[in-house]
């Protein structure tokens, strides 16, 4: 019909403002969440993506959910999970499908849950999931493991389950990240305590061999270490004496020093300053300074060896 509602006879507009009216209160029903203020929270908490649970739960009805998708207003990333259109895809909406994606129970963990604790700087390229040992799913693009987590090595953060912070770190097998957690996030009681939880996995060997290290502070190991990687060179003395300070290492003929540090978690403000302080007065009596710590010494012994080996070829090097 063309022309505006006035140029109809009576009858004819009733008939239309009730047909508008009624096209009006069909499209509420498919638009609009029953708890609108839930619904806007839920996603701001969860960068856009959203399960059909969490929408039924909202107040939507399947067939909501299916007009939101046909409008453009969702768009699925994976089986029952949604994105809302405005809200970008990123690493946080890919790991958030992957595990709401995965069912009941699923978490994340490994890389991914040390990523999304803020122990990782990146994103792993492939985000990995635990879910229960008796279901079985296959997706492409996820690591998936089955395995019955205790519940007290889970929590939500932002949102998404994630293994909590002593297990993340365990299972990492990753010293440098340990290191980092015992500074910030979690003390090594915590760490034992998990570990006690979980002896029968796969990893605890590791993750026992690293604890061992940190509840010590590695500065022994990492000295032994030292030797270790060193032994094939020539020139060089451990404990020597220089003015008021004794140095780990010295290639004397060199003029060079090289300082060891154990984990950093073990050192306090007021021994870095006396590290700072010794280093500089060793640098203004003429000697150069390398200094490695247990991870690097642990985790690279050919590459320090090179390092040091180029270092002591230079005592003839103008300084």
């Not at 908490?45 to 959910?65: F, N, P, Y």
């Not at 403000?269 to 247990?294: C, E, I, K, T």
Request: glycine share 6%; net charge positive.
């Amino acid at each position: 019909m063309d022309g505006t509602l006035q140029d109809y006879p009576r009858s004819a507009r009733v008939a239309l403002q009730s047909q508008r009216s009624r096209n009006q209160s069909a499209l509420d029903s498919v638009s609009l969440p029953v708890d609108q203020r839930q619904f806007a929270e839920l996603l701001a908490i969860q960068d856009g993506v959203i399960s059909m649970k969490q929408a039924r739960e909202c107040g939507l009805s399947d067939d909501a959910i299916q007009w939101r998708l046909d409008a453009g207003l969702w768009h699925s990333l994976t089986r029952g999970v949604y994105l809302v259109a405005g809200h970008p895809r990123s690493h946080r909406t890919r790991l958030r499908a992957a595990v709401m994606g995965a069912g009941r129970d699923a978490v994340a963990h490994g890389a991914s849950a040390a990523w999304w604790h803020g122990l990782r700087a990146t994103a792993p390229s492939r985000p990995t999931i635990t879910i229960p040992s008796k279901r079985w799913i296959d997706r492409t693009g996820i690591d998936v493991r089955r395995r019955n987590l205790n519940f007290c090595d889970i929590e939500q953060v932002l949102g998404l389950s994630v293994t909590k912070v002593p297990l993340t770190v365990l299972e990492t097998g990753d010293s440098l990240l340990m290191d980092r957690a015992l500074q910030t996030q979690v003390t090594l009681e915590d760490l034992q305590e998990t570990h006690e939880r979980n002896l029968r996995y796969a990893g605890s060997a590791k993750a026992a061999e690293l604890l061992t290290v940190a509840a010590t502070g590695g500065r022994s190991e990492a000295e032994r270490l030292f030797h270790r990687i060193i032994g094939p060179l020539v020139g060089w003395r451990a404990q020597v004496p220089i003015g008021p300070y004794q140095v780990d290492v010295a290639f004397e003929a060199a003029r060079l020093i090289i300082e060891v540090d154990g984990w950093r978690w073990h050192k306090d403000a007021a021994r870095n300053s006396d590290d700072l302080r010794r280093q500089n007065y060793l640098m203004n009596l003429g000697w150069r300074v390398l200094r490695y710590d247990w991870h690097r010494l642990n985790n690279e012994p050919e590459a320090v060896l090179a390092e040091v080996e180029e270092a002591a070829k230079m005592q003839n090097a103008p300084r």
